[in-house]
């Protein structure tokens, strides 16, 4: 599976910005999705997951209630919308595949990652 990520940018503290991370190669319905952070000189952080299906999402407690996984398979295309944001939200985002039916929130469970778009958050 080869991930395309995009949508990352410049926004002002509680704006909105919407990631969309693009799939290739394989039918993304038979992989949970997942959204990773990170920024330099930390590990990478879970951030979202949704089930192949969409049904199921689950998010880290800093983002609960701002920020939104969903996934539209006939699109093979995974999204991430982000409001609210914050400062401590600025990091480089990662999309991630998971061949399966478990969400993980760890980053060693997925199997494809793309390459990773930048969001900014000035405050």
């Known amino acids: 599976v080869q991930l395309q990520a995009s949508g990352g940018g410049l926004v002002q503290a509680g704006g909105s910005l919407r990631l969309s991370c693009a799939a290739s190669?394989?039918?993304?319905?038979?992989?949970?999705m997942g959204w990773f952070r990170q920024v330099p000189g930390k590990e990478r952080e879970f951030v979202a997951a949704i089930s192949r299906s969409g049904d199921s999402t689950y998010y880290v407690d800093s983002v609960k209630g701002r920020f939104t996984i969903s996934r539209d398979n006939s699109k093979n295309t995974v999204y991430l919308q982000m409001d609210s944001l914050k400062p401590e939200d600025m990091a480089v985002y990662y999309c991630?595949?998971?061949?399966?039916?478990?969400?993980?929130?760890?980053?060693?469970?997925?199997?494809?990652w793309g390459q990773g778009t930048q969001v900014t958050v000035s405050s």
């Open positions: 991630a595949a998971k061949y399966g039916t478990v969400i993980h929130s760890t980053s060693r469970s997925y199997d494809y």
């Open positions: 190669g394989r039918t993304l319905s038979n992989y949970v």
